[in-house]
């Protein structure tokens, strides 16, 4: 009975300990913290929770506000509108977030953007997918307390030529349209503490040089740029950039790239860049343009060399080989190389890169090593005539994609592991040869000999 009575105790005891609302005794400061993780629609709703939770959601220091659907734009307009209303005017905003897409409420979107810049606002997200342009108004260019500005999707950007962004680090465009190329380089000149800036899938109206400056830029990219509105205009890019440390250039199309002094701080580059206009430069000049950029960028410890610019090399080998044979840069830095094969690129860049790449550790070919745009594929890479210094001291890594398992793809992995003294890892995917041949491939590539006794072949179907 009387341990009866005393089980009974301890269960209402611990239903009781359950109850305890142990959230809502912590401090706001670290409640904030809590809802600052939640998309500010969903921070609202907690104030079902409690009546002291209803205060808290005001006081978030970042906002959120995304109309993913856009089926209800008069509900979420109202939404937008009633949060304004409801906030302490003294209160800062940190970051204000805002991509929707509906027309029906254009009209109050500058409405909300002012609000926020007019509250310390320190980085400003926007999104759009109106029917038309939404071109950004003057006083956003004016916010001297941005640190960190995102423009994305449908929208129209007419730099002024008075910009104050004297606090700002990070630049971003996404889609958007320039009224103006050369602009975006006046702009720069005026971000004296810009270290990351990016230019991704935009358009231009009217412009032909893109002029990157700052001496505080430490991350450039250049990605996906798609063709002027006038394909008449080409395109120069100017890199002035001494402190850069990741240069990306992928798919951007320009005719000539600039790069002034020798970025001795950059680590990391991509580069896979092509021409506005096909066949607008003659092959070989423009080939002598991209060997230029590399030379520029030997300092690096990573290295990606896209398809386009891979293809480049070939026809500058064609027509000046020992030229660029003998003046091939030293990367004495280089521990990591990457090399992407889309078309036919020639036999002769990757001996050379062995050569002058003493401290390589890692290579890696997650395109393969043929061309297959073609009926008849091309094998594009030749061994070296003797062993690279790389290969017997530092190499460790081989990673090869899309293996078919012909003649000369068979005899490279045999020469890598016949003289890899320091290899440890080959990665082999032949999933290409699921369907037939695969045992034979892989027989053969078990049954060459390897140099160093660590090596580890790994061969995946």
Not at 414 to 431: H, I, Q
Request: glycine share 6%; aromatic share 12%; proline share 3%.
């Amino acid at each position: 009975m009387g341990s009866s009575s005393v089980s009974k105790k301890l269960k209402i005891s611990e239903v009781e300990v359950d109850q305890v609302d142990r959230i809502s005794t912590l401090p706001d400061s670290l409640l904030l913290k809590i809802l600052d993780f939640l998309p500010t629609k969903l921070a609202v709703s907690t104030s079902v929770i409690s009546k002291r939770w209803r205060p808290l959601y005001m006081s978030l220091p970042n906002l959120e506000f995304y109309d993913r659907y856009g089926k209800n734009p008069q509900q979420f307009s109202k939404f937008v509108d009633r949060f304004f209303m409801r906030r302490p005017n003294g209160l800062k905003i940190d970051k204000f977030e805002l991509r929707c897409g509906e027309d029906y409420y254009l009209d109050r979107v500058d409405e909300w953007i002012w609000k926020a810049i007019g509250r310390d606002l320190k980085e400003l997200h926007l999104s759009f997918w109106f029917k038309d342009l939404y071109e950004v108004f003057y006083e956003v260019y004016m916010c001297s307390t941005l640190e960190a500005l995102r423009l994305t999707c449908n929208i129209l950007v007419n730099i002024p030529e008075d910009v104050k962004f004297s606090r700002l680090r990070v630049l971003k465009f996404s889609n958007v349209t320039f009224g103006s190329i050369e602009s975006v380089g006046e702009l720069l000149l005026k971000c004296p503490v810009l270290e990351d800036f990016s230019i991704d899938e935009c358009e231009w109206l009217s412009g032909h040089c893109l002029s990157i400056c700052g001496n505080a830029l430490k991350k450039l990219s250049l990605l996906n740029g798609s063709d002027p509105i006038d394909n008449e205009f080409f395109l120069e890019i100017l890199i002035d950039t001494p402190a850069l440390e990741y240069l990306g250039i992928e798919s951007f199309v320009s005719d000539d790239i600039l790069i002034k002094g020798n970025l001795q701080f950059l680590t990391t580059a991509y580069l896979d860049v092509e021409q506005i206009i096909e066949g607008a430069l003659p092959s070989n000049v423009f080939g002598d343009c991209v060997f230029g950029l590399l030379k520029k960028i030997n300092h690096v410890k990573i290295l990606t060399l896209g398809g386009k610019t891979v293809e480049a090399f070939n026809s500058v080998y064609d027509c000046e080989f020992q030229t660029v044979h003998e003046g091939f840069p030293l990367f004495h830095n280089l521990t990591e190389l990457d090399l992407r094969v889309e078309t036919y690129c020639g036999e002769n860049l990757l001996s050379d890169f062995l050569k002058n790449t003493r401290n390589l550790e890692s290579l890696e070919f997650p395109w393969g090593l043929v061309d297959t745009s073609t009926d008849s594929w091309h094998f594009s890479w030749s061994w070296p005539s003797s062993v690279p210094e790389c290969l017997s001291t530092h190499l460790q890594t081989l990673d090869i994609g899309q293996f078919y398992g012909t003649h000369d793809e068979l005899s490279l992995v045999e020469f890598f592991l016949n003289y890899g003294s320091a290899l440890r890892n080959v990665s082999v995917d032949a999933s290409n040869l699921c369907n037939g041949g695969g045992a034979e491939v892989q027989e053969e590539l078990l049954s060459y000999h390897r140099e160093s006794t660590n090596c580890k072949l790994d061969i995946s179907f």
